[in-house]
Nanobody
């Protein structure tokens, strides 16, 4: 069973960039789809991005395209979320999640219901 650990969150200024990492233990990401979700204060958790480890195909939610990027690390146990031009509305707890994925996916799973493994979350605060 894979266990996920997110990198430490930070407090940053609007316009800054920040890269979060998600590291797996208990198994490589090689047969997983790995996603990032976030939950802003007072709001429901929402999908950010997902990547299929095996082929690197990825999807970022439309509203964050161009600012956020999801990628694989060189070792098969790390996934990154690169966040650029951060805005105060990006303030949230960011969660890494994973699900088993065999073969090339025909869809990208954007609902948290499809993910079986979750990290504890890491807080990102963006000040104006």
């Amino acid at each position: 069973q894979v266990q996920l650990v997110e990198s430490a969150g930070r407090s940053v200024q609007a316009g800054d960039s920040l890269r979060l990492s998600c590291e797996a233990s208990g198994g490589p990401f090689s047969s997983y789809m790995v996603a990032w979700f976030r939950q802003a204060p007072g709001k429901e958790r929402e999908f950010v991005a997902t990547i299929n480890w095996a082929d690197g195909s990825a999807y970022v939610t439309h509203s964050l395209e161009g600012r956020f990027t999801i990628s694989r690390g060189s070792a098969n146990n790390t996934v990154y979320l690169q966040m650029n031009t951060l805005k105060p509305e990006d303030t949230a707890v960011y969660y890494c999640a994973a699900r088993r994925q065999y073969g090339t996916p025909t869809v990208y799973y954007t609902s948290e219901d499809f993910y079986d493994y979750w990290g504890q979350g890491t807080r990102v605060t963006v000040s104006p």
